[in-house]
């Protein structure tokens, strides 16, 4: 009976526009890439899918309104490595679980880390910047979307590879503050790529290195941290689908089937190409293969992230 049910469901569903909840502000890497697959899953579906950005306490506030929504598929919300693990360990009494409360559907990006500064920060390398921002830790300060959010996890990470704690600036995403990082107003941040690309390619902002083993096709000329010499900074995110625990196996498999759909559109690649994302492979995109890298994330993550005070 269960078998029927579901597959009728299937069938039916969905019958009026889904909503994704965006834990950050408009802009930013997780709207982007939200926005981007959703607008091809929404042909798929043949219905619309409303992105509503729901800003705060870096991600976990949106994060818990999307585990409490009725599990009917129309309330779906795109989470990432902030929200769905290393919020685990940086709130000890976050709301939600993210094995617990949420069906995974598919993962959309990986998205690495660059560690970038504004236009006219004084080091001109990373080298420099390194020298310069350990002797002058009181003074500097870095931009960030919140904490536990994935430019905050990360730049926690090169802070404790420097041994240093300089001021952080929270936003309600890293849309907003590439913003003030393009206005002169902050220091640096340790961003996703998809936030970057544009403001490093118009030369409004510096970028030091990218914190993966190999440069990424769309910033070329952006060296990794271990060519520029900090090896031990290796830090990528990474953009997924989530479903509030209990929606119907059906409904998580339409939902998965018109993700991995849009993951193999052309016109879909090449944006999020474009914007220097790593693209699931097949093998990644499943619900399964989701669930075993919440799992990790947060296994990753808690020995390194201590309780925010
Ligand atoms: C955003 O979309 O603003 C980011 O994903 C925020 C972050 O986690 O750094």
Not at 39 to 61: C, D, F, K, P, R
Not at 168 to 187: I, S
Request: charged content about 15%; aromatic content about 6%; proline content about 8%.
């Amino acid at each position: 009976l269960c078998g029927f049910v579901a597959s009728g469901e299937a069938q039916t569903y969905p019958t009026r526009s889904i909503t994704m909840i965006v834990p950050f502000a408009a802009g930013g890497p997780t709207d982007v890439v939200a926005r981007i697959v959703t607008s091809h899953m929404a042909q798929t579906l043949g219905q619309s899918i409303i992105i509503e950005n729901v800003v705060g306490a870096g991600g976990t506030t949106a994060t818990t309104r999307a585990a409490r929504a009725a599990n009917d598929g129309y309330m779906l919300i795109t989470g990432h490595m902030g929200t769905h693990a290393a919020s685990v360990p940086l709130y000890p009494k976050l709301a939600y679980h993210p094995e617990k409360d949420f069906e995974p559907i598919a993962l959309l990006a990986g998205t690495p880390i660059l560690i970038l500064a504004r236009k006219d920060f004084p080091p001109k390398d990373l080298k420099e910047f390194v020298t310069y921002v350990k002797a002058n830790a009181e003074k500097v300060n870095a931009a960030h979307a919140g904490i536990g959010s994935v430019s905050h996890v990360s730049c926690e990470l090169l802070h404790s590879i420097l041994d240093i704690k300089p001021v952080g600036v929270p936003f309600n995403g890293t849309g907003p503050a590439m913003n003030a990082l393009v206005g002169g107003q902050v220091d640096y941040i340790c961003d996703q790529i998809v936030n970057a690309v544009p403001q490093i390619n118009a030369g409004t902002i510096k970028a030091y290195a990218i914190a993966t083993a190999e440069r990424n096709p769309s910033l070329p000329n952006v060296p990794t941290t271990a060519e520029a010499g900090l090896p031990a900074f290796q830090a990528q995110a990474w953009n997924a689908m989530f479903a509030p625990k209990g929606t119907s196996p059906a409904i998580v498999a339409s939902l998965n089937a018109a993700a991995v759909r849009a993951l193999d559109d052309e016109t879909v690649r090449k944006r999020l190409l474009e914007l220097g994302s790593v693209i699931p492979t097949p093998a990644e995109r499943t619900p399964e293969a989701l669930a075993a890298l919440v799992k990790s994330e947060i296994a990753k993550w808690t020995p390194v992230l201590k309780p925010a005070s």
